[in-house]
């Protein structure tokens, strides 16, 4: 089955620890997307990859870093510099290139910051 | 930087009224997409429109991109409790700038 798979769907963590969200995706995609969305709230773009070993940061990538090492995966780290870190973050991919792209997304993880 | 600017934020309708909501972008689109969140869900692509006037229906669902290919709108005729979600346009600025979404609900 191809899709994208974001893990884990729930996270807990502890104020001032870094943690990293895992997207890994099996379409063949060039392009990958790290989005956030709090309650009530659009997507904001975080950060995004067009190619590997290449990314670049989007409107809220302060305290995020991201790699992207091979093509498949695309992950996220909050890093105890992001203030308020409690959110849904989503992972998306994408055909770039071609006119009738669109964009896949992966299930969510829900990260709660206690 | 680009922006994508979605109309109204929520919408409270009964069932079988209408419903549309509107996404406008302070530049130009190449092409404009449309999802649809469900309560807990992720985004799921529903339509992309490229051309300059185009009008697309998806059973009771009509997109329409504008003239100026600025603007767009989708409207849904006779909504049902299954078009409760969070619809999102998305210009493609390579990146999927997505607009605010707006919230229906749908009363029985």
């Known amino acids: 089955d191809g899709g994208i798979t974001q893990s884990p769907k729930y996270l807990f963590r502890k104020e001032g620890q870094n943690v990293t969200l895992s997207c890994e995706q099996n379409?063949?995609?060039?392009?990958m997307y790290w989005y956030r969305q709090d309650p009530g709230q659009g997507l904001r773009l975080i950060y995004y990859s067009q190619i590997v070993n290449d990314f670049q940061k989007g409107d809220i990538a302060e305290g995020y870093s991201v790699s992207r090492e091979k093509k498949e995966s695309f992950p996220l780290t909050v890093t105890s510099a992001q203030k308020n870190p409690t959110a849904f973050y989503l992972c998306?991919?994408?055909?770039?290139?071609?006119?009738?792209?669109?964009?896949?997304f992966g299930q969510g993880t829900r990260l709660t910051v206690v | 930087g680009q922006q994508v600017m979605q109309i109204p934020q929520y919408q409270h309708v009964q069932e079988g009224e209408d419903f549309t909501t509107y996404c406008n972008s302070s530049?130009?689109?190449?092409?404009i997409q449309w999802y649809k969140q469900r309560p807990g869900g992720h985004p799921v692509f529903l339509i992309q429109?490229?051309?300059?006037?185009e009008v697309k229906k998806q059973k009771r669902l009509t997109f329409q991109f504008g003239e100026a290919k600025k603007n767009s709108s989708l409207h849904i005729t006779a909504t049902q409790t299954t078009d409760v979600g969070t619809y999102f346009c998305?210009?493609?600025?390579?990146?999927?700038?997505f607009g605010s979404g707006t919230k229906l609900n749908v009363k029985p």
């Open positions: 379409l063949n995609h060039d392009a």
């Open positions: 530049t130009t689109l190449s092409n």
């Open positions: 998306a991919s994408s055909s770039p290139g071609r006119m009738n792209t669109e964009a896949f």
């Open positions: 429109l490229v051309k300059s006037g």
């Open positions: 998305a210009g493609n600025f390579n990146k999927f700038y």
